[in-house]
């Protein structure tokens, strides 16, 4: 069967559902909640009546999935701010009721990361700010008031990746639908069918409760050639990308304006100040999020040769499993393909993907032992120039590597970052090192004393975001990342004092 008439006969099937009354598969099975607020429909009712293609945001075309997306900024615009308080909260409440099934759906097509974290990722996509991030700003004088407003773009075009789908997408639609936009995705292509349920889902319900169609898009089986339609498309205001060097790469090419959540390779620096066991438990705790996909998780640990062997033997207390040199060497043999130097120089590593937010008892495998059930991390002693330290490798172990000094322990830091500006850690109560580290990474998120997810609020003040925008230093996203500030000015007048 071709995909045309794949994509015809799903088209139909949405269709006659609709006019049964009904809705497709996926949507029935996540409610969405009863509506609190009026929605801006003025009465309207909007009981079962599907979208004009009966698609529910599911394209297989991207200049029809941009096109509807246009479509549906205009009916937001219209329906006002109520609609958008009303789509934030269906989303919230169907990502936290779906948890376990959307969480499952992610882990059973990407084969990377762990379930509890799956489903907790989506559980927590109420932490995500809304509408109430969009307080203008006044000034008042002699000369009158003038108002700056927050207000939207139109289109935004997304780019997830395979690490945190659904929650990546959740997340945006929350931030960028407050901001009253609407936005198209072209999700990773190995985390696609996932995403398009849940942006059916989201659809059936938000044209359910507010009437308005397509709010979110989706290519139903993206591609780089999708990907180019979709910047190029007349209605896609700016870009939000979410992913590794490529993508944010292909996207500041495009013209437009680019958001970019780019990559990390967040290191750690541990000093003699530190609780030992705190600083272990916060290690393991962030390294074995997901397996370590999190693009803020820590990756390699510099820790001062007067605690190394302390901060590892409580690491080994807390549950990590230690490997020795031997098994190292055949674990990295195995996760890594190193292209030789050409006249002697120095090799090339990549990342083997078999081995991407694999379980520990995977890499275990590989590295010739058996673990414990149960066992979150791995971790050894390396030197700094070990592909696991080199490498954004997105696995459950971490390299330690002993530093002499502060100084030497900030420089390496700096070293495995690559500039990429994106999160560091440190463990230390030393006000000096706290600072001095601070001001050399330059990251993005600077975490003390506290595992990586306390600088998404997990335990840290804050809110969350499943796109940290770093090379282009937006930071956190939230709502007014995606909005045009506009000034409105009374001269003279309205002033009331
Ligand atoms: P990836 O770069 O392989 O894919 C991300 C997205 O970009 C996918 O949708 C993919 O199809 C697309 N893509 C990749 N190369 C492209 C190109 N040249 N042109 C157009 N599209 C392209 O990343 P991944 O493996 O899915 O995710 C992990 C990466 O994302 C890591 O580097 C991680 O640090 C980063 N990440 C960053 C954040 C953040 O907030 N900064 C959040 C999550 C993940």
Redesign the pocket.
Known sequence: MSAVNETLIRDVVADVLGRLGGAPAAAKSAPAPAPKADCGCNGKSHAATPGARGKFGVFADANEACAAAQESFLQLQKAGVAARVKIVEIVKAMAESNAEVWGKLELDETKIGRLDHKVEKLKIIKLVPGVEWLRPDARSGDHGITLEEYTPFGVVGA??????SIP?LSGNIVNICAAGNAVVF????SAARCAAVAVRAYNEAIFRETGIENIATIIEK?S?ES?AAMCKHEAVRILL???????V??AMQTGKRAIC????NPPVYVDDTACMKRAAKAIIQGASYDNNLL?IGEKEVFALENIADKLMSQMEQNGAVRLTNAQLDALTKAAFTITPGQGGGCGHASVNKDFIGKDPIVLAKAAGISIPSGTQLLFAETGADHPFVVE?Q?MPFLPIIRVKSLDEGVTRSLEAEHGYK?TSIIHSHDLEALTQMGRALDTTLFIKNGPCMAGLGLGGEGYLS?????PTGEGVSNPRTFTRVRRCVMVDNLKIY
């Open positions: 780019v997830t990746p395979s690490t945190h990546t072209n999700p990773h292509p993206p780089m990907f990308v979410t992913g590794g060097p490529g993508v790469k292909a959540a780019g990559p990390g693009c954004e997105m994106h499943f796109s940290i925008a770093t």
